[in-house]
């Protein structure tokens, strides 16, 4: 079976800092990943998603990740924050490349500090 | 863009009492859609995968008939919970996507249900 965990239940960044988000996968196939963000009240939108085409993926609003199998990890970054970042970030994993039958981490919201 | 729209977005009932969320693709056709369900400070987890005009498919350890998937046509599922109690208390979010090759999952907005 495949899971993913997520680091951190909570991040608070300054405006401007660095965002960082944990995830490390499980799974006995080569995975397919993606973060996913949900802003208050809206429903779940893709950031990026990973397919093995590439392991440093870029994804909207200037957030990208890197696969690192080694580390079994799929953190996501973005260089420097800002406050319409403030969102709750779902990491997943799907058994194929199309986003089917997703798995989610327990997610992480970030605040944003002015 | 591609939306899908999620009612109620918010419910309480009282125990025992049956609740129905809808879920509407707004312009595309659903082919397929997905029902998940989000305890606090927990994952969310796939309860099933309905296909238009078929029955759903559900995941291990969800109860079928507690949880009541209806997909009758291509731009709306159902999900009844019936009998409700307070632990079915949960957010629940479903998404869709259309029949094409490579076409984008699209999520609603989700339903807080509180059962009393």
């Known amino acids: 079976a495949q899971s993913v965990t997520q680091l951190g239940s909570h991040v608070s960044v300054s405006e401007g800092a660095l965002v960082l988000l944990r995830c490390n996968y499980s799974?006995?196939?080569?995975?397919?990943l993606f973060w996913y963000v949900q802003y208050p009240n809206q429903g779940l939108q893709l950031l990026l998603k990973?397919?093995?085409?590439?392991?440093l993926v870029k994804g909207i609003n200037g957030f990208e990740a890197e696969f690192k199998k080694s580390e079994t990890s799929f953190h996501l970054t973005k260089p420097s924050a800002h406050m319409s970042d403030a969102a709750e970030y779902f990491c997943?994993?799907?058994?194929?490349?199309?986003?089917?039958?997703?798995?989610f981490g327990a997610g992480t919201t970030v605040t944003v500090r002015a | 863009g591609a939306v899908v729209s999620q009612h109620p977005s918010r419910v309480i009932c009282k125990s025992g009492t049956s609740v129905k969320i809808e879920c509407r693709s707004l312009?595309?056709?659903?082919?397929?859609m997905f029902w998940y369900r989000q305890f606090p400070k927990q994952s969310l987890m796939l309860m099933a995968t309905s296909n238009e005009g078929s029955k759903a498919t559900y995941e291990q350890g969800v109860e079928k008939d507690k949880f009541l998937i209806n997909h009758a046509s291509l731009t709306l599922s159902t999900l009844t919970v019936t009998s409700a109690h307070p632990e079915d208390s949960s957010f629940y979010i479903c998404?869709?996507?259309?029949?094409?090759?490579?076409?984008?999952?699209?999520f609603g907005n989700g339903t807080r249900l509180t059962v009393t």
């Open positions: 990973y397919t093995s085409a590439a392991t």
């Open positions: 997943a994993v799907s058994d194929g490349p199309l986003d089917y039958k997703l798995s």
């Open positions: 998404s869709a996507r259309a029949g094409e090759v490579n076409s984008p999952l699209h």
């Open positions: 799974s006995s196939v080569p995975p397919y």
């Open positions: 312009d595309f056709q659903a082919t397929t």
